[in-house]
Structure formats: C-alpha cells, structure tokens
C-alpha cells in the first residue's frame, strides 16, 4: 500500500508539518518517491507515526522517543533500557507535578485579595515583593 503524506496525516492524525519535521530530524525515515517527487508512505510508516505521536502526547521528549525506536528494532532484546527511560521520564513528570502544585498553592494565596485598592492588593503586593514569594523557582 502506498499513501501520500495526505493520507498518512489522516491515517496517524498528525500533521504534515509534523511529519516533515519527524523526517527531518531522523525520527522517519525519507520516503520513497514517485517520479513526480511526490513522498510515498507504507504502513510501517502508520506504525511507526502512531508511536511517535502516541509518545508525544504522553510527553515523551525527542530523543527519548529516538531512543525508544531504535529499541524497538531488537524485539528479543531485554526492556530493561526502555523501562529505564520511561522511569525517569515518569521522575520529570513527578517533578513537574510538585511545581505545578506549587505554583498553584501560590496563586490560591495571591487570590485572597479582598478587593479594596490596588495599594492594598495582596496579588500586586506578592508581584512587586518577588522575595516573599515562597513556592516559585528563581
């Protein structure tokens, strides 16, 4: 089966900026071409976008994501090396959490402004003052 770039970006539902970009940067491999130089995709190609865009969208950053595929190629291979790498994208996601709910405890602090005059105003107070906010990075 052969697919236009069209019919792969329906098919895996990313678009074709994106998969341009995929190629370009290694994560797919060049297509073949017809002789109009117009790409020509497989369902390999599919497979391999829906992994892709399957791991984006769990936050998997690139190189991850390279490292993941290049994996994939020795199926009898130990997953040790894969579950390392999803381990400590899960570690990143845990420490984005805890900074998010930081950040969050931070923000329901400033909102208690009572709404009397901006010289009172506890949220500009807190923005003017950034020594006294407690929970955001530096």
């Known amino acids: 089966m052969s697919l236009t770039i069209g019919a792969l970006s329906r098919q895996a539902q990313v678009k074709v900026p994106t998969i341009r970009y995929y190629e370009q940067i290694g994560l797919l491999a060049e297509p073949s071409r017809t002789e109009g130089q117009q790409r020509r995709y497989g369902q390999d190609d599919v497979r391999r976008l829906n992994f892709i865009r399957h791991a984006r969208e769990l936050g998997f950053e690139v190189e991850a ?38 950040l969050r405890d931070e923000l329901e602090a400033m909102v208690t402004c009572d709404h009397r005059r901006i010289s009172e105003c506890r949220i500009i107070e807190v923005l003017a003052d950034h020594g006294q906010c407690q929970h955001a990075e530096h």
């Open 65 to 102: 994501i390279r490292q993941l595929l290049d994996l994939t190629g020795t199926p009898d291979r130990s997953c040790g090396e894969v579950h390392d790498i999803t381990k400590a994208h899960l570690a990143e996601v845990k420490d984005k959490i805890a900074r998010l709910t930081a």
